[in-house]
């Protein structure tokens, strides 16, 4: 069953830009993860935040946590047109042996 | 880096065949693998959780008769779309947690269009 809920479901930006994207869940978690997937392809893991974690970096990305309000942000910088894919927030209920369970995702879409 | 492998990148087959999808663990062990659905324009839903030398958990709404798993080796978990129809076409995307670290790396996915 679908954890949560990401918006915009579609965001359609300059690029250059900043792009941000909120996803909300429903239960508790361990971690939250992001993933980016091109048309057609795969999934790329992007990062990863634990639950006892507010704010992550990694390169032109930014991901916070708020556990609270049970959702989190994934800010991308700068962006650029190879930006443009749909992202997926994941969450994982513990650190066992559960599954992903994955939101409805975002399509970005960065015009050059 | 850890690779997980599907096979087929893409397969089409006729309505009433049945087709088998393989996910492979290249270079690591792994006692569980996942199994997702993605209609287009949609997210991964979860079919099931594939469990080595043992059975499958499915999820609510997935009929275990339709979506056989088979998980035989700590390397390999295999789906079986069995009596194809057109509704079932979608992409097909696995997933494995290393054992011994309990990562979890996901394959390239299987496109299947039954016509």
């Known amino acids: 069953s679908q954890q949560g809920e990401e918006d915009p479901q579609a965001l359609s930006i300059q690029e250059g830009e900043n792009a941000t994207m909120n996803c909300s869940y429903k239960?508790?978690?361990?971690?939250l993860q992001w993933y980016r997937q091109n048309s057609g392809r795969g999934l790329v893991h992007l990062i990863l935040?634990?639950?006892?974690?507010r704010e992550k970096h990694s390169g032109r990305l930014r991901v916070t946590l708020d556990t609270s309000k049970k959702s989190s942000s994934l800010l991308i910088t700068a962006s650029r047109a190879a930006d443009t894919a749909s992202y997926f927030c994941?969450?994982?209920?513990?650190?066992?042996?559960?599954?992903?369970?994955f939101g409805k995702g975002t399509r970005l879409s960065v015009i050059a | 880096g850890a690779v997980v492998s599907q096979h087929p990148s893409r397969v089409i087959c006729k309505s009433g065949t049945s087709v088998k999808i393989e996910c492979r663990s290249l270079?690591?062990?792994?006692?569980?693998m996942f199994w997702y659905r993605q209609f287009p324009k949609q997210s991964l839903m979860l079919m099931a959780t594939?469990?080595?030398?043992?059975?499958?958990?499915?999820e609510q709404g997935v009929e275990k008769d339709k979506f056989l798993i088979n998980h035989a080796s700590l390397t390999l978990s295999t789906l079986t779309v069995t009596s194809a129809h057109p509704e079932d076409s979608s992409f097909y995307i696995c997933?494995?947690?290393?054992?011994?670290?309990?990562?979890?790396?996901f394959g390239e996915g299987s496109r299947l269009t039954v016509l």
């Open positions: 594939s469990n080595e030398g043992s059975k499958a958990t499915y």
């Open positions: 994941a969450t994982a209920r513990n650190s066992g042996n559960t599954p992903l369970v």
């Open positions: 270079d690591f062990q792994a006692t569980t």
């Open positions: 239960t508790s978690i361990n971690n």
């Open positions: 997933s494995a947690r290393r054992s011994n670290t309990g990562e979890l790396f």
């Open positions: 935040i634990r639950s006892n974690e």
